[in-house]
Antibody, heavy 120, light 108 residues
Framework: EVQLVESGGGLVQPGGSLRVSCAAS????????MHWVRQAPGKGLVWVSR????????NYADSVKGRFTISRDNAKNTLYLQMNSLRAEDTAVYYC?????????????WGQGTLVTVSS | SYVLTQPPSVSVAPEQTARITCGGN??????VHWYQQKPGQAPVLVIY???DRPSGIPERFSGSNSGNTATLTISRVEAGDEADYYC???????????FGGGTKLTVL
């Protein structure tokens, strides 16, 4: 069974940093492209970032480019999102999401999310 | 960047048909995917590549895409279908994955 379990969320002050993680199991993690998608309280889904299977290629939404860094450790089956220079508008549930094999267009499995709150 | 437009809400009586639209410039030339999100839960894929259903999704869920509008259709709506629904596509011009604003489906 595919499982994606996020952790590391919490309360951080504006301008601060936080790293969230996603532990993957039930599939060959190193073969899949992975994403982070976020959802502000009461708002819609917003794509944040994507990383390819070996970590050599990444993409970012304009709103986080230069502040967030996506990475992965295939030996540990773990996906990361390092978030720096955090702003109030970064407050959201952050979901770890998997692309299916043979397609980079949509997402077939989602974690339950971890809440990041940016506030003083 | 590419914009997807959904109605904020759709209401339907049980056993009736719900249609949720997703508008975009020449969206019919792109592949559209749909997710269902119930309160407090993560999204679940219900339709991919315009009209394909993942295993485990009831046949009552179907999709279409043409011109400037993609549509998610839910037949014989049940109380358990009450949720937020999001359309999504890959904007290849920017290599960004785009979501619509979401539609809240209310079962009367």
């Amino acid at each position: 069974e595919v499982q994606l379990v996020e952790s590391g969320g919490g309360l951080v002050q504006p301008g601060g940093s936080l790293r969230v993680s996603c532990a993957a199991s039930g599939f060959t993690f190193s073969s899949y492209w992975m994403h982070w998608v976020r959802q502000a309280p009461g708002k819609g889904l917003v794509w944040v970032s994507r990383i390819n299977s070996d970590g050599s290629s990444t993409n970012y939404a304009d709103s986080v480019k230069g502040r967030f860094t996506i990475s992965r450790d295939n030996a540990k089956n773990t996906l990361y999102l390092q978030m720096n220079s955090l702003r109030a508008e970064d407050t959201a549930v952050y979901y770890c999401v998997r692309e299916p094999p043979n397609s980079n267009e949509y997402f077939d499995y989602w974690g339950q999310g971890t809440l990041v709150t940016v506030s003083s | 960047s590419y914009v997807l437009t959904q109605p904020p809400s759709v209401s339907v009586a049980p056993e009736q048909t719900a249609r949720i639209t997703c508008g975009g410039n020449n969206i019919g030339r792109k592949s559209v995917h749909w997710y269902q999100q119930k309160p407090g839960q993560a999204p679940v894929l219900v339709i991919y590549y315009d009209s394909d259903r993942p295993s485990g999704i009831p046949e009552r869920f179907s999709g279409s895409n043409s011109g400037n509008t993609a549509t998610l259709t839910i037949s014989r709506v049940e109380a358990g279908d009450e949720a937020d629904y999001y359309c999504q596509l890959l904007d290849r011009s920017s290599d960004h994955w785009v979501f619509g604003g979401g539609t809240k489906l209310t079962v009367l």
